[in-house]
């Protein structure tokens, strides 16, 4: 409770409040003039759906780019704890960092690559690890040139 009052106060400060009132599709929480309750977020916790997943609760990881990934595009040991941790920790989904198609060195070195049957195994491997922690997967395809 006290991590998302201040997130929001920060972003209060640095001026969000007055780009998110002009998009009307977007929540601002002024919590300087309100107390945050967790209790208005229960449905956060509540089990949700997207098309045919279940998901566990309505916490979703946005993508972060570790770059992690092998100079080759191949799924390392050290990306495998990463997204195992961060699914132990509770998100519902979880969507991995943009995964591309294009072979190094024009795709970014340490960016995932889904452009042969050679990845299947780590990829593989990524989605046990994240199931495993209880969470669904998705990847985030990048278009990068």
Known sequence: ???LKTRLQMMNRRGYKQRLEKNKNLCY???QDK???MAEFTKLFE???MGNVILKNRIIMAP???HYSSHYGVVTD???S???ERAKGGAGLIVTEGASTRKPPRGKPGRILVNEDKFIPGLKKLAHIIHAGGAN???QMSSHK
Request: hydrophobic residues 30%.
């Open 64 to 66: 972060c780019g570790t």
């Open 1 to 3: 409770m006290t991590l």
């Open 137 to 139: 997967a998705v990847m």
């Open 47 to 49: 089990p949700g759906k």
């Open 78 to 80: 050290q990306q495998l």
């Open 82 to 84: 990463y997204y195992g």
């Open 29 to 31: 929480y002024h919590c």
């Open 35 to 37: 107390e945050i309750d």
